[in-house]
């Protein structure tokens, strides 16, 4: 849960709307870091879209790479998440 306001899929209309379904198509889930950005769809999208380009099932690292790095980095900065 963030902090910060958000707009849920049940709640998001037009260019939101699209922008969830866009999401949605692409990673199978909304993740909160993209969430976190629903009040602005363009803002949304386009995150989705570098999350995606960086970490998607074409990466060269693969997801156990990827999924160490995350701990690692959420370790080094004390963070839950």
Do not use: F
């Amino acid at each position: 849960m963030t902090w910060i306001k958000t707009i849920s899929e049940a709640e998001a209309n037009g260019e939101l709307a699209d922008a969830y379904a866009h999401i949605q198509r692409q990673s199978g889930s909304v993740s909160n870091i993209t969430r976190a950005a629903s009040i602005n769809p363009r803002v949304m999208r386009a995150l989705a879209d570098l999350l995606y380009a960086l970490r998607g099932p074409h990466c060269a690292l693969g997801k156990r790479r990827q999924e160490m790095i995350a701990v690692l980095t959420s370790a080094l900065h004390r963070c839950a998440y």
